[in-house]
């Protein structure tokens, strides 16, 4: 039976979502139903794509990441694919036309991972196009369920949400992916000189990309506008903890939120909504 077989492969990323990621998994809980194994399904696809880049060193990496490549596009050209992770998001990227330009963008910016280390301006927006604002555009798709016309005027917004999220996943693992995997993304930073003026610099920047982000939040359809509100509150959180720590220790030590701080935020988060003060 085809639909038992649709139900194991959005369980699995249902399950690579959670073992992966508890903020994402929460925001998504608050999605209505109907959203809740496309976004699965995303998040598993691009999860997946992220661990061959940052995980698999004893592998040929270059290797599995091409034949990864191959297989999505095969899933997505047949409408099938044996690997789970692969028909849930074949099954999303057929059923809400997620263009085939996302999902190229985003895998070129996994296959930067392989060799660069360093990025200059370019290189780093280019980056972020990828890993991030795409995978927005990706969710944009699904929650707006072929509204083109509102596609287009949110489109600006959920990349710069997009950005804000990546950013802050960059400082907050500054030093684990220097020490680990040998990157800097930020374009110009030699992590010998980062100080307090760099990290207020960056900062800054992320600044802006939430500001915007949030707008286009208050735009979005009631069925998902709260999932994505709760993505952003925890991640505004982690950001003013960020911006709280001084950069010694940014560069040390990876700053969390506690699981008791994430069901505060979850609360004041539904409150906020339920009274419309978004």
């Known amino acids: 039976m085809m639909q038992l077989f649709d139900k194991v492969s959005g369980k699995t990323s249902k399950m690579v979502t959670k073992a992966y990621s508890t903020s994402f998994s929460l925001g998504i809980k608050f999605l209505s139903n109907r959203f809740h194994d496309p976004i699965y399904a995303i998040y598993g696809f691009v999860r997946f794509a992220d661990e061959i880049v940052d995980t698999f060193h004893d592998f040929d990496k270059k290797n599995l990441l091409d034949d990864f490549r191959a297989q999505t596009y095969t899933a997505i050209q047949q409408g099938i694919s044996l690997n789970p992770i692969l028909h849930s ?5 057929n059923k809400y036309n997620i263009p085939l330009e996302l999902i190229d963008t985003f895998l070129d910016s996994m296959e930067m991972d392989l060799d660069k280390n360093e990025y200059d301006q370019a290189g780093y927006e280019k980056y972020i196009l990828g890993s991030a604002e795409v995978v927005g555009l990706m969710c944009l798709k699904v929650f707006l369920e072929g509204d083109e ?6 489109k600006p917004y959920a990349m710069a949400l997009g950005s804000a999220f990546q950013k802050i996943n960059f400082l907050r693992d500054l030093n684990a992916d220097y020490e680990a995997l040998g990157r800097t993304y930020f374009p110009g930073v030699d992590l010998s000189e980062f100080d307090e003026n760099v990290k207020r610099e ?13 707008e286009g939040i208050k ?15 925890y991640y505004y959180q982690l950001f003013s903890k960020i911006k709280a720590t001084p950069h010694t220790t940014i560069l040390n030590q990876r700053v969390r939120i506690p699981n008791n701080k994430k069901l505060t935020l979850l609360f004041k988060s539904y ?6 003060l978004l």
């Open 89 to 93: 998001f074949q099954q999303t990227v």
């Open 149 to 154: 016309e509102e596609y287009k005027r949110l």
């Open 202 to 214: 960056i900062e800054a920047d992320i600044d802006i990309d939430f500001h915007k982000g949030y």
């Open 271 to 276: 409150i906020r909504h339920s009274f419309n």
């Open 219 to 233: 735009m979005l359809p009631k069925a998902a506008r709260f999932g994505v509100y709760v993505a952003y509150v």
